[in-house]
């Protein structure tokens, strides 16, 4: 059985376990408080010396971490990855894009906003993070306009992995109303089998 | 034929050229400054929307973006990328934090050392950018100090994908002598067969 070592209001974590759900693979999940340095422990860095969560315990007892290899882990073989080269390609694509020009401005912008107290001095940061993050939801909503989906036609990790800072964007001063095919696809996604909230 | 779309001082691009050298695959090259404007123009948006370079054009006249889907697209199954599950899993864990935990540092003092005015406002993000990059460099050590390669037992696009920034760091400020074990894999990264210099 495989152990998750995750924040359970982390969309990163919350990517891991959508995908375990959803594949109806049995886990168990350790809560890891990064806000309190639950990830800096020395235990926790002899498991992903990188000290981030999510930390995937595999069944031969090896670690694996970063969110997106970790989904692509689960989904390699089933409905959850595109069974051709370019549509495997195209999914890494868009979580390659979520983890480098979405996630550093949407999650973090939430973070401030939601960990920080308000007179915090990384308020600053939210102007910038502002506009990159706007930036790639007008990315989303333009490939959205003419596709259901992000990669091979159908529902997949790329979905799950833009869905899981996506939907919690307002929490970061982002206003989705603007973006009506990335409000449209979050709904599709809310409505896949099996799906939990994040939590 | 591939096409690819790249300048070429840039790390990201550099590995799309490194793979195709290796794997044996024509290719055309463009060459697009993205220091001067050449990844926002209408022409270049219609190919990739979020104005990055490398793009790769396949040979169905279709793009992908995004340099380490790209490296993934190329290697998938030739000797570039581990043949079992897990291996491909620990190559892209590697190629997630190269894109999330290495470039966003090492890249980025390499690009305001080069590139910008020494008076630039810009300059005053160094010292962030070295104590993550150095955090980085940090966990590269500790894993090289147990094992020649990143992912799989061999040579694969996970350490194209981390070289491509690393053996330049230099320019950015980093002293990779006090890395010897990444030190002595960049050795063993150059002296792969059909290994060709960045530029």
Known sequence: MFTVYGMADSGNCYKVKLALEQLGKPYRWVEVDSTKGGTRTK????????????????????????????????????????AD???????????????????????????????????????AELPRLQERGHQALAVMERHLAGTPYFA?????????????????????????ARYPAVSAWLGRVRSQPKHVPLG
């Open 152 to 176: 091979g036609g159908g529902y997949s990790v790329a979905d799950i992995a833009l869905y899981a800072y996506t939907h919690s964007a307002a929490v970061g001063g982002f206003d989705l």
């Open 43 to 82: 235990e926790f860095l002899a498991m992903n010396p990188n000290g981030k969560v999510p930390t995937l315990q595999l069944e031969d007892g090896g670690f694996l971490p970063e969110s997106n290899a970790i989904l692509y882990y689960l989904a390699e073989g089933t409905p959850l990855l595109p």
């Open 85 to 123: 080269k370019l549509g495997r390609a195209r999914a890494l694509q868009w979580m390659f894009f979520e983890q480098y020009s979405h996630e550093p401005y949407i999650a973090v912008a939430r973070f401030i906003l939601r960990y920080l107290p308000g007179g915090h001095a990384r308020r």
